[in-house]
């Protein structure tokens, strides 16, 4: 069975320029989630989203970032304008929702901004 | 709100010696704990979780974790340690009613001596 797959792995860019992740959960999997890893840190939550409905996005910068969940499958995060601090890895995990259930991770896209 | 302190921001053991990560969360209710593993460049890996029932949990790759309530704990300990466990440990707490959304603790970088 396939893992949750992100992409890019690696994407540098210009501060300004814009910038768009991609995320497709293990099949089945209900919830989607975007963390957000900064260098030396742990995962921190961007987004949940529960099918196509995002049902906690209290932490995401919404003035630079977006998301979307559409048919409630894939989803895509992005970015715009980067900033020098969005220099990061961008963390999409799945679970098959309910409590505690586990979330498996993608292996990440790193967001390098010069 | 909860919350997970690693107080090991490093820890270096050698090969063969026993190992034991600290965590220590803040929650007011009955908390969801688990341990992920990240090797360099890779997504999270789920070693353990508990949920309720018996305080000691087995996980994969050798790993076992113990909840101690009255101490707000749950160490990761492993009886001998191999050089492939070399990789960041995140402790995580989840909280009941609120789906799967999981509070990362900040890791703690585990190095082995040959």
């Known amino acids: 069975e396939a893992g949750v797959v992100q992409s890019p792995r690696y994407k540098i860019i210009e501060k300004k320029q814009p910038v768009a992740f991609w995320c497709n959960p293990i099949s089945g999997h209900n919830t989607l989630y975007w963390y957000l890893q900064n260098l030396g840190q742990g995962p921190e939550l961007l987004i949940r989203?529960?099918?196509?409905?995002?049902?906690?996005d209290s932490q995401l910068p919404k003035d630079r970032f977006s998301a979307e969940r559409l048919k409630g499958v894939d989803s895509t995060l992005k970015i715009q304008p980067a900033e020098l601090g969005d220099s990061a890895v961008y963390l999409c995990?799945?679970?098959?929702?309910?409590?505690?259930?586990?979330?498996?991770f993608g292996e990440g896209s790193r967001l390098t901004v010069l | 709100a909860q919350s997970v302190t690693q107080p090991d921001i490093h820890i270096t053991v050698s090969e063969g010696a026993s190992l034991e990560l600290r965590c220590n969360y803040s929650?007011?209710?009955?908390?969801?704990l688990f341990w992920y593993v990240q090797s360099p460049g890779q997504g999270l890996q789920l070693l353990l979780k508990?949920?309720?029932?018996?305080?000691l949990v087995q996980g994969i790759k050798g790993f076992e974790a113990e909840f101690k309530r009255s101490q707000s704990s749950f160490n990761l300990r492993k009886p001998s340690v191999h050089w492939s466990d070399a990789a960041e440990y995140f402790c995580a707490v989840g909280a009941m009613g609120a789906g799967n959304m999981l509070t990362f603790g900040g890791g703690t970088r585990l190095m082995v001596k040959p």
């Open positions: 989203y529960e099918n196509e409905e995002a049902v906690d």
């Open positions: 508990y949920f309720s029932g018996d305080t």
């Open positions: 995990a799945s679970s098959l929702g309910g409590l505690a259930g586990e979330l498996f």
């Open positions: 929650y007011g209710a009955t908390p969801y």
